[in-house]
DNA sequence: AGTTTTTCATAAAACGTTTACATAATACTG
DNA sequence: CAGTATTATGTAAACGTTTTATGAAAAACT
């Protein structure tokens, strides 16, 4: 069974390999009569065309690389699963690029676009795999590329963020509402920018409220769940404990509250704990999570269609925020007395 | 600044496009003086090898595409992690082809390989997307594929399998040993391999131990938390309660979980569960799940190499089975008096 | 009928590689 | 040193498309 390939069908439907082309590319430009010819051989030749082959012609691969720290985080995998959904309808397929926080993989991933493997790039990271120096005539030759919840520090670039800083200000102020005035956090990695402004409205909210910032109730976490429940285990030592948690993520918060249940403390009574993210099993757990919600197929689709634009050379916006929700569960109660 | 190919490099190191070619893929048979001409022409020129010239020229497009219903599961995305690991180091990149458990969506992505987008698929499902009728000579063409976890119908493909019938059973018995005798079950989708698998493993324990099976004690779930909710609820219900759940899944396991605190009931002391997978955060739910762990990167891992012999043409074990650990953790004790 | 316009199809040239084959250069043999 | 084996390079033909000229045929005007 010889390979089938435009030639084969063009012979078949006696007709030119160029009309072949067009009939599948552009079929309004080729008459109804032919366009039937062709379509009917197509389909009983069972005819593919060879994506290579178009690629390389067009110059366009198709494909676009998601760049993400841990696809195993639940946060980004459902990112991700928006995004591909969205990338389907844009007739893009998506490689994955779980970089396992190492930049030197997220570089790799960034050349796949040098190398013509991918056409675009949706980043989400704080730090810049692509290289930013510009040439002889002073430009920058960016990739497609949106910067996606995590941004860099390179300003000329396309954004998709979340209000973070509004998010932890919601959070905190709901603590402080229920009465709470010692609130800890429990933060991200220290560098991403997710983590700075979380903790800036974290501060805000408090200054906001009067109360005094206290440094010792800053835990320096991870976003992964064993930070969750190390930095909680240190804050319960203190004489002067918390009365809340605010953790920067679901997962820190599950474990926040695993901790504070193997060590006697009813949540919310005893201590509150809040999140953030709302990923899917946070109302799952027990006591249900409060946190905010960042709006994952928002996101995903929003800088998907970003992306596409770039790719299409239409215009951009350079900077999209999109909004948290706070989520009151379970997890959160007034402020113990005494 | 005029793009630069393989012939601008050429011609920066004044030799043919053939040598630079050769100097890139097979550098042992071009001489030291002119690999190292080539060599600093490509880095001088910062060249790039088109990977769509090259796919198009080898007939290999360098990506595989995992075909899985949904990376929003944990389970999932900690083997898609485990799969794109080991697909870099074995230089391929990997398409991510979350279904949703929509079988057109499947058959789309099975598809790639047929326009020459993948080389080979990685088949997370118990129905093929592709079809298998032999041709007039008898002969069935697979594409390089292989069939993880779940199993499909169709005997003449390679497989990676889990040995779910032994772990549900080990489960089971687990749940018999700590004295239960009502153990009800949370069973994944109908159809899929795995749940018929673990509910037989799940019955031959109780036969094995002589408890009278009870149909009623056999609920629905699909493998989604809500499904661990619902049905522990319904089992609630019951005037005989049983003692113990088995989910097929950590998930369902974590939703009954929160049912039963949501209740009034302690885990373990008035109910045992006990899940499967070992997902990420199983032990960091409260209690902690046990549960039968799945071993995730060798999943990864294997499946991964098998797909890798059949792209390279070598031989393959036709069927692979892992086998799975206990996990006893929190959830599970000894069964109420009474 | 002759001219212009429109429509449709073709031939051929890309796109950027790899590689079979041919050739040139070098090393080895007796 | 001629003759042969070996090694290193170059030439040119693929790979499977899309698309730009280009031309032929048909349709629409004088």
Same mark, same amino acid.
């Given at each position: ?106 570089? *790799?991933? $960034? ?7 991918? =056409?675009?790039? /949706?980043?989400?990271?704080? &730090?810049?795999? @692509? #290289? ?70 974290? *501060?805000? $909210? ?7 910032? =206290?440094?010792? /109730?800053?835990?320096?976490? &991870?976003?992964? @769940? #064993? ?92 900077? @999209? ?18």
């Amino acid at each position: 069974m010889a390979k089938i390939g435009i030639k084969q069908v063009a012979a078949l439907s006696g007709v030119s390999i160029a009309t072949v082309s067009r009939t599948l590319r552009n079929p309004e430009i080729v008459s109804e009569k032919t366009r039937q010819k062709v379509n009917d051989a197509v389909k009983k030749a069972g005819y593919k065309p060879n994506k290579m082959g178009s690629s390389l012609r067009t110059q366009e691969s198709g494909n676009i690389v998601v760049i993400i720290p841990d696809v195993t985080d639940p946060f980004n995998s459902g990112i991700i699963c928006a995004i591909e959904r969205e990338a389907q309808k844009l007739g893009y397929s998506v490689l994955l690029g779980d970089t396992q926080n190492d930049p030197k993989r997220a570089e *790799q991933y $960034a050349e796949m676009v040098e190398y013509g493997q991918a =056409d675009g790039i /949706l980043l989400f990271s704080y &730090n810049l795999p @692509i #290289d930013v120096t510009p040439d002889e005539n002073g430009q920058v030759n960016l990739p497609p590329i949106v910067n996606v919840c995590e941004s860099t520090a390179y300003e000329n670039i396309h954004k998709v963020m979340v209000d973070d800083e509004e998010g932890a200000r919601k959070a905190t102020q709901h603590l402080i509402d229920l009465g709470h005035k010692r609130i800890a956090v429990i933060t991200g990695n220290e560098n991403t920018t997710t983590n700075q402004n979380r903790l800036a409205g974290y *501060q805000k $909210a408090l200054i906001n409220a009067g109360i005094e910032l =206290d440094d010792r /109730l800053i835990m320096q976490g &991870n976003y992964q @769940i #064993d930070s969750g429940v190390e930095q909680t285990k240190k804050l319960l030592l203190f004489k002067d404990r918390p009365t809340a948690i605010f953790c920067f993520c679901d997962l820190m918060a599950m474990g926040a509250v695993k901790v504070l249940h193997d060590n006697g403390y009813a949540v919310p009574n005893d201590m509150s704990v809040i999140g953030f993210d709302d990923i899917k099993f946070a109302e799952f757990t027990y006591p249900a999570i409060s946190t905010v919600r960042q709006p994952v197929d928002e996101i995903g689709k929003t800088c998907m269609h970003q992306l596409y634009k770039l790719l299409k050379d239409k215009p951009a916006e350079q900077y @999209i925020e999109l909004k948290t929700d706070l989520i009151v569960r379970d997890s959160t109660g007034p402020a113990p007395k005494g």
